[in-house]
């Protein structure tokens, strides 16, 4: 969350912080140069979800999940006694003109310091199908933003400023993001842009805080087979006012489509590992982080579940003989 006020920022309390193969390859190669060229910031306006791989509707409303299925997942990162969040997720498969599409809500909660950041949204993704096994979805959606300031707290700590409200206090705003995601046989490519007109909003009587739009993008391969052994790498990219470039590398080796292993980097920031497990429609996954810049580490819980596909039940017919006396 970007303040207009400078006085409290010193004082960091207050600043929220697949078509041939060798051409897929190409593409992810180059868009992965692109990405490391832009220069890492440390500021943060939005919880960084770094299991962006598995809850990729949090950047992009358009990827959500597979068609035909449904699902819910909870997530659940902390940095510090003082910064953590949590983001709930739920998509669900739609029927439609003769189309298949996926409407879907998600209730993230934020909290950093003095501040509580909190976003109830509501989404839609529309299939257009290309050709076999190929596939391109455009999403909108429609978000509820609140922010919440702790004034009383802040003048326990010692924080004084004009502007700034001395009792608890909140704003609330409108959002809207758009996203653009395509399928392929093994890639996957999305750009999204979170909060399109940006988000203003009144904290008490004179202070505003705004909240500028985030564009994203993101590209991954499937490398081997679902049957056993896959590796999966994947990139992503952001830019917004406040926060200018950030970019990430990471890679996934699966085993049976089961059991993961993997890595990650994100430029001038963090290392990271990561490991998930799927039993059956549960899915489990965490992630652990340690700061390039300190010695501080950052963990993320992930807990998915695959609703049943909308499929209606088939039966074996039954037969009934009638014996004549």
Not at 141 to 154: M, P, S, Y
Not at 164 to 190: D, I, V
Not at 218 to 239: E, K, N, Q, R
Request: glycine share 12%; proline share 4%.
């Amino acid at each position: 969350m970007s303040l207009t006020s400078e006085a409290i920022n010193p004082m960091g309390k207050t600043t929220f912080t697949y078509g041939r193969r060798g051409r897929d390859l190409g593409l992810v190669g180059c868009l992965a140069l692109l990405l490391f060229l832009a220069q890492p910031v440390a500021s943060q306006s939005r919880p960084l979800v770094r299991q962006w791989d598995e809850a990729l509707g949090y950047y992009n409303p358009a990827a959500l999940a597979p068609l035909g299925t449904g699902q819910i997942a909870g997530l659940w990162g902390r940095e510090d006694h003082r910064h953590s969040y949590y983001l709930l997720l739920t998509d669900l498969p739609l029927e439609l003109l003769g189309g298949r599409h996926v409407v879907g809500a998600q209730l993230l909660h934020h909290q950093q310091d003095l501040w509580e950041h909190s976003t109830f949204s509501l989404r839609g993704s529309a299939c257009l199908p290309l050709s076999e096994g190929k596939r391109l979805q455009l999403g909108v959606e429609g978000a509820l933003h609140r922010l919440t300031f702790d004034g009383k707290k802040a003048l326990e700590e010692g924080i004084t400023n004009s502007e700034l409200p001395t009792t608890k206090s909140e704003g609330k705003a409108l959002g809207l993001s758009l996203g653009l995601q395509y399928y392929g046989e093994r890639l996957s490519a999305g750009i999204a842009v979170t909060d399109l007109f940006g988000v203003h909003t009144r904290i008490g009587e004179r202070y505003i805080a705004q909240l500028p739009p985030l564009y994203s993008a993101t590209l991954s391969y499937h490398i081997g087979s679902a049957v056993a052994w896959a590796f999966i790498p994947a990139i992503w990219g952001s830019y917004s006012q406040d926060e200018k470039w950030r970019s990430e590398v990471r890679g996934t080796l699966w085993y049976h489509a089961r059991i993961a292993l993997g890595s990650s980097y994100r430029q001038g920031e963090a290392l990271g590992l990561h490991t998930r497990l799927r039993l059956g429609e549960l899915s489990l996954g965490y992630q652990v982080e340690r700061s390039t810049r300190s010695s501080s580490f950052y963990h993320e819980l992930l807990l998915g579940y695959t609703l049943p596909h909308g499929r209606t039940k088939h039966t074996e017919p039954r037969y009934k003989s009638i014996r004549l006396l």
